[in-house]
């Protein structure tokens, strides 16, 4: 359990914490893999999220889980690419959370990670939280911390 003056100090940054679906570059679950191997290719992301039509969370898709369906024996057939869409290469079994602001849980996952996808109860892609904001609040932390002295 993270003490009450630490975690006061951890979610001064919170409003920083969840970026919008609408900011994150994702890919739809029927997207052939060609569309997705230019937008992983053009945003230089490891991995982006993976939705469907109505905004549903399905997973997550990198770089190497498209190339893995193009390597052939002896070279790369890039006919898969417009065979396959990006629901048969994605991550499907994918943790997520749902309130970006439960710290605790948030630095025990991103210590794997570096970004977790937000999801609603109803499965609706909300956005992600990222590496990169909690260490701008454990920064501001390291720099801030006043202990009390009895």
Do not use: W
């Given at each position: ?16 914490f969840?970026i919008?679906?609408?900011?994150v ?10 569309h ?20 549903k ?20 057939d ?8 990006v ?12 309130n ?16 977790l ?14 590496r990169?904001?909690?260490m ?14 009895r």
């Amino acid at each position: 359990m993270i003490s009450q003056p630490i975690l006061d100090i951890l979610l001064k940054n919170k409003a920083h914490f969840l970026i919008p679906a609408e900011k994150v570059a994702n890919v739809q679950v029927d997207n052939n893999l060609n569309h997705a191997f230019l937008v992983l290719t053009k945003v230089r992301y490891a991995k982006i999220p993976v939705i469907d039509n109505k905004s549903k969370f399905i997973g997550l898709l990198s770089l190497p889980m498209i190339t893995e369906t193009m390597l052939g024996r002896d070279d790369f057939d890039l006919s898969q690419l417009n065979k396959l869409c990006v629901g048969d290469v994605c991550e499907k079994d994918v943790t997520t959370v749902e309130n970006p602001y439960d710290i605790e849980l948030i630095l025990h996952l991103l210590v794997d990670d570096p970004f977790l996808p937000v999801v609603s109860r109803e499965g609706d892609f909300t956005g992600i939280v990222t590496r990169r904001e909690i260490m701008k609040s454990v920064n501001y932390l390291a720099h801030n911390f006043e202990p009390v002295i009895r």
